[in-house]
């Protein structure tokens, strides 16, 4: 378990983390803003496009083997961008590092799966769920550590190399500790799924990575056309699944797995409120306040606090509350959020970082009450056949929702702070507000979900494991 944990622990920080370094990679390499933007969303673009493929793949291969293949690809391709001399070099480093994360992510919630049963599985779900809202929450703050210590302008470079040490030891614990099972029966990859859904996503995605060059203006069309590829990902999967073949995306994941396709959207959704609001705090305290890259990780340290103090407890009351406690974690957010953007914009200046800690721990309690028990109530019910596949979906979602966010909320703070004679505390308050609106989406997802379950009822009783039926 804790090989999975530190695994997928380091490969999301990384989604974050290179957050507070931007500015200095940009000043050492002589990059372009638009340029050093890949270092941030090529390894997003890179992770969401293989997560679904990537679980497919464990489902057939083996999951300890793609796992073990991936850490060892992580660790080579984190060196290899430490090591990078120039911006286009470190690019293609991130983006390779993205990809094996991406394979790397569903082996995890798989293995999960796998290993635990009944309320065990929950507890184990629960710990993931923590390590999952924590490596995002922690990212800004660990980065602002790491560029403390390694003083100068090669400082940046550690925030690659720390993955190095840990990732090693990982892949030998791996070797040693992790369950040797036998793949199932060897089936053929569905090539053209896999065709279709990567298409998909990456006309989605791509609009959003160029969004800081003006790539949603000039891209625009791709979101249509995104969108008419995953229609036709859905009906060649159903195709599929009808001639007794096997999809790359079971469609009963959606239609008669109880719980995944809400727990689905809310991850969506909370993903697009969550993962951007770092960046905008991390530009409104740095470049507005004139604050270091670690004070500015320091502030936001409540949050990240309260996340994963309630991810703890939250895989543990899982099991008896059910989605319930989805929605008052979403609640909890909300308010914090919704506090936080207040304080931010009203507050005094001197004494800002201090009157917001209290909402952002509010909010981080809340967070820990949302993405852990939205994993297990999501993948609880999922045959252990398709976990691969079906935690990649879930992920998917989530670097969907998340790339939306990065690319949209750092992009709507510079749009109010041109238009507001470059009021850093307006544009933080509206950007932040704006986040709340899709918290407040996903509560909406959350609630008609709880309701349509039952109200106030726990959690189902685990269904028995056993093969997926053939259609």
């Known amino acids: 378990m804790w090989v999975t944990l530190v695994t997928g622990f380091m490969s999301l920080l990384d989604v974050t983390i290179v957050a507070v370094a931007l500015p200095s990679m940009q000043r050492e390499l002589g990059a372009s803003a638009s340029a050093v933007q890949w270092v941030v969303s090529g390894y997003a ?10 679980g497919r793949l464990g489902d057939a291969l083996g999951r300890r083997r793609i796992f073990l293949l991936a850490l060892a690809g992580f660790v080579v391709c984190s060196a290899a961008a430490g090591a990078a001399p120039t911006v286009t070099w470190l690019a293609v480093a991130r983006i390779a590092q993205g990809t094996a994360a991406g394979c790397l992510a569903p082996q995890n919630s798989a293995l999960i799966q796998q290993m635990f049963r009944g309320a065990e599985r929950g507890r184990a779900f ?19 550590l790491i560029l403390a210590l390694a003083q100068g302008p090669q400082g940046w470079r550690w925030i690659f190399y720390v993955n190095v040490p840990v990732g090693a030891v990982a892949l030998l614990l791996g070797l040693r500790l992790l369950p040797k099972v036998a793949p199932g029966r060897r089936e053929r990859l569905d090539l053209a799924g896999v065709a279709l859904l990567g298409a998909g996503v990456l006309a989605l995605m791509l609009p959003l990575v160029f969004a800081e060059s003006g790539g949603v203006r000039r891209l625009w069309w791709l979101f249509p056309a995104g969108v008419l590829l995953l229609a036709a990902f859905a009906r060649w999967e159903r195709r599929v699944a009808t001639h007794h073949g096997r999809p790359l995306l079971d469609p009963r994941l959606m239609t008669g797995t109880r719980g995944y396709a809400p727990g689905a959207a809310v991850g969506t959704l909370y993903f697009v409120g969550f993962s951007g609001v770092w960046l905008v705090f991390a530009l409104f305290f740095q470049n507005g306040l004139g604050y270091s890259p670690l004070e500015s990780g ?56 201090w009157l917001a800690a209290p909402a952002l721990l509010v909010g981080g309690v809340g967070s820990g009450c949302v993405i852990s028990p939205n994993v297990t109530m999501t993948l609880r019910e999922v045959p252990v056949r398709m976990a691969g596949a079906a935690g990649g979906a879930l992920q998917t979602g989530q670097r969907l929702g998340g790339a939306v966010g990065t690319a949209a909320l750092p992009g709507l703070f510079y749009l109010v702070l041109g238009s507001s004679a470059r009021d850093y505390r307006t544009a933080v308050a509206v950007t932040v507000g704006s986040a709340v609106a899709a918290l407040l989406a996903a509560l909406a997802v959350a609630v008609a979900d709880w309701r349509r379950d039952g109200a106030g009822r726990g959690a189902p009783e685990e269904s028995p494991v056993r093969p997926c039926p053939r259609a």
């Open 45 to 54: 673009l890179a992770f969401a496009l293989v997560l679904v493929p990537a």
């Open 126 to 144: 629960g710990l993931f769920g923590a390590t999952v809202g924590v490596s995002s929450a922690v990212g800004p703050v660990t980065g602002g």
């Open 298 to 353: 320091l502030v936001v340290t409540p949050f990240a606090i309260g996340s994963a103090a309630a991810a703890v407890v939250a895989g543990r009351l899982v099991e008896r509350l059910g989605r319930l406690l989805t929605v008052w974690g979403l609640v909890g957010v909300v308010a914090g959020m919704g506090g936080a953007a207040l304080v931010l914009g009203l507050a005094p200046t001197g004494s800002i970082a």
